[in-house]
Every structure is written in C-alpha cells, then in structure tokens.
C-alpha cells in the first residue's frame, strides 16, 4: 500500500482554501501564504475572495467602517469657503450618511433608520482590498500602541499579575479598532481647515454630522445611527491621540534641544492628528521620540508648566478638533429637547455584554446601567438630581473622575478588566453609578 502523504497539498483543494479562509489576521494570512509555493499559488486564484474572508474574520463589525472609509474622503474645504460651498458641503454629509447606514448591518441601526439598509455589495475589487488592507495595517499600528499605553498605565498604577494587565481579548481589541476607524470617519467629515473660518456656522455642522430626527424637512445626519456609548468609544482613542500628539512636540523639541533630532513645530501635528496613516509614519519616522511620549502617558506626565507658549500655539491646530464635536455637538442634542439630563438618563435599562454590538460594561457601569445621551466632555454637564447643596464642592472631584475615566479608556475593556481596575487605588472612585452621583434610584450594571 502506498504511504499516504501528509502534506497540506495532498489536501482537497476547496479544503485548503477553507483553511486560509478561516485565519484570523491578515498578517496571518500573508505569513501562511510565503510557506510554500503551493499556498501562494493557491491564494493567487482565490485571493478576493480569501483577502475579504480574512478581513472579515479580523475586523468583525468594524468591516463597514474600514469600507466606508474607501469611500469617505477628508473634505478639502478651504478656509475661503463661501455659503452656497457650505450649503454643498452639508449636502454631502447628509448623503454620505445614508451610504454609511446602507452599509451597516441592520440589527446595528435603530428601527426608525433601517430603510437606509441595502443590498449586500458584494466582494470589493483587487485595488479597493488592497486599500482596506493598508488601511487596516496603519489601524493595527494605532491599536498595538493603545494597548501597550494602557496597559503599560495600568501597570504602573499597581495592576501587575491582575486581569487589569492581562492581553486584549478579541472583543477589546476589535472595539478598539473600530472606534479608530470611526475616529478617522469623523475627522474626514469635520471639514478641518474650516475652523478659522470667520462667522462660521457651526449649526449647520451639528446637523450635518448628528441630526436623529425624522421629522418633515429634516435629514439625518452622518452619524445618526451611532448611539452614544459608540461615540465614547471614538473620544476614548480621540483623548488618546490629543495627548500623544501633546507629548511628542514635547519630547521633539526637548531631543532637538540636546541634539538628537529634530524639532516638531506645533503646526505640523494637526496632520497627523487628522490622518491615521500620516500618525503611524510619523510614529515610525521618530521611534525614540513616539517611545518617550508614550512613556510620558503611561506615567501621566503633563509637559512642564514652563512651556505655555509652545502649547498655546499647539492649541491652536489641536484642540477644536476634540472639543467642537465632543462638547459642543451633545449641547446641541440637550438645547433642542423638552427633557433634562436627568430624564435622559432614565429613558431605558440595557443589555450589557462584551460584544461589539452591545452596550459596553465599562459605560454601562458608570451610569448605573442607565442609558443617557452624554459622551466625552458632556459627561461633566451631569448633575446631581435632586440637586445637591454641596455640588459646588463636589463638581471639581466629578471632574476629575470623568477625566480619568476616559482617559483610561474604560468604555473599550471588558467587564473582567475593569473590575480588576476599579480594585486598584488610582481608580477606587470609579465606582457604579459615578457619573450620576451614585443616585438612590439608580440600580447596578448586570
């Protein structure tokens, strides 16, 4: 009897094509393929396929954003722009939200939106896959560096040999990513170089970007179908990024001050504050000085007082890119609404679970398994309520909570993580229900 070989070739065609269908990164995928010729002819007859396969099993969720981005360009209004370029930009916004929601799945957009569902496109083209996989190789960089920040943070606060340090899941990880892919999302839309724009009407931004209503006369906007507890996952890596970009003019200009480089002028960070893949070169052109500001947020470092100037400068480019839409936009969501805040809060309890389509522990936990409206900055226009005579002594420590509640991310870990967290010291006081001022009506995250 002839020995039977054992070799991946001798297997069914179809079955060997499953096999590379079923790996789990790209990376994965371009290492199996290099093995032998036989894998990478096999992969050259099959790639779309299999490249989209693989990108699925990689960005779960996030594969309708990472597609939409293909689409999405950054706008290129130009500080000149006049109303009727205004009018035309909105326009764009408005019908480029409802590409978006065509895109996602169903199950992910409310009731009042999933007519905008359409039909499957099918698989991308060669060059848009290839676009989806450098893409997704500048947002891989940016995760790996999210992590080994936080993690690195949580070490350092006591959380060594406790779930707090332990590796990202899956869920943790996709999370992650898609909140840079929807970060990118929103920074393409933000028509930047509009911002110093004399008598620029911000209102009309407000409704071109996070409109909800049907009302007759009125059109969605691009990120309608995003709840706020998604939109905290986008201002967790937003935060994240404001304060890296902080740290490396920082630590550019104190390595060109001892002669080891190069300054970093302030007015050059806006670009890779604004582009993902311009952050990454940017990362890689300057290691020393991407690994000193990294070190710099692990151990909550803030620039030394001395360099106001330099900052006030930096504020200029950095800023409004965080503050307008984190702030500005939830103030719009309150002023155009009959309820307070507090009535926000008490519209629904949710399903809370590790997955990426549901309500994720970490927000869940700090509004007391509530739902409310608030995300990023509009978090600190929480009141106590009924009020409290001593709010003004409290509203400082209130603060401070949500700053460091958001700038450790907690919004993106799974429930394992973040009560091995909340054991440690340095986030004691990031208790259930904080957010709310641990009101007696409020009831504890399942």
């Known amino acids: 009897m002839a020995r039977q070989s054992l070799c991946l070739s001798a297997l069914p065609l179809e079955l060997f094509d499953m096999v590379m269908m079923e790996l789990d990164t790209i990376r994965d995928l371009a290492n199996f393929v290099s093995t032998t010729r036989f894998a990478y002819q096999r992969f050259i007859i099959q790639r779309r396929t299999i490249l989209f396969r693989v990108l699925e099993n990689e960005l779960g969720p996030a594969l309708p954003d990472a597609r939409f981005l293909l689409v999405f360009s950054a706008s290129s209004i130009s500080d000149q722009t006049r109303d009727d370029k205004c009018e035309k930009y909105w326009d764009w916004i408005h019908v480029m939200g409802g590409v978006y929601r065509g895109m996602l799945p169903q199950n992910e957009l409310p009731p009042n939106m999933r007519n905008d569902a359409r039909a499957d496109p099918g698989l991308p083209r060669i060059d848009e896959l290839i676009s989806l996989c450098r893409t997704l190789h500048h947002v891989n960089f940016l995760t790996d560096t999210y992590i080994a920040t936080q993690l690195g943070f949580f070490s350092l606060a ?29 920074s ?44 905290q ?131 869940s936990d700090a509004m007391a398994g509530r739902y409310g409206p608030c995300y990023g900055r509009g978090l600190h226009r929480v009141s106590p309520w009924p009020p409290r005579v001593d709010f003004g002594e409290s509203e400082e420590r209130h603060f401070f909570r949500i700053e460091l509640w958001r700038l450790a991310g907690f919004a993106l870990w799974d429930q394992k993580r973040i009560e091995a967290l909340k054991k440690l010291k340095r986030f004691e006081n990031l208790k259930t229900g904080f957010v709310t001022f641990d009101m007696p009506e409020c009831t504890a995250a399942s």
């Open 158 to 186: 006591g959380g060594d040999g406790t779930p707090a340090t332990a590796p990202p899941s899956r869920p943790e990880r996709q999370r992650i990513m898609r909140a840079f892919y929807r970060r990118q999302i929103v």
């Open 188 to 231: 393409n839309a933000w028509a930047p170089t509009r911002h110093s724009l004399p008598g620029r009407d911000w209102g009309g931004d407000f409704v071109a970007l996070l409109e909800t209503r049907t009302d007759p006369g009125r059109r969605l906007g691009l990120l309608a179908s995003l709840g706020p507890w998604e939109l």
């Open 233 to 363: 996952l986008v201002d967790h890596v937003d935060h994240f990024i404001m304060r890296l970009g902080r740290a490396i003019v920082h630590r550019a200009a104190e390595a060109a001050a001892q002669g080891r480089g190069d300054e970093i002028a302030a007015a050059h960070v806006k670009y890779p504050n604004l582009d993902l893949a311009c952050l990454v070169r940017y990362l890689r052109l300057y290691p020393d000085v991407a690994a000193a500001a990294t070190d710099d947020l692990q151990a909550e470092r803030e620039p030394p007082a001395g360099d106001e100037d330099e900052f006030s400068e930096l504020g200029e480019y950095l800023y409004p890119f965080e503050v307008c839409w984190y702030e500005c936009l939830w103030e719009v969501f309150d002023l155009e609404t009959d309820r307070t805040v507090q009535e926000w809060f008490w519209i629904s309890d949710v399903v809370v679970r590790d997955r990426l389509d549901q309500v994720p522990y970490g927000w």
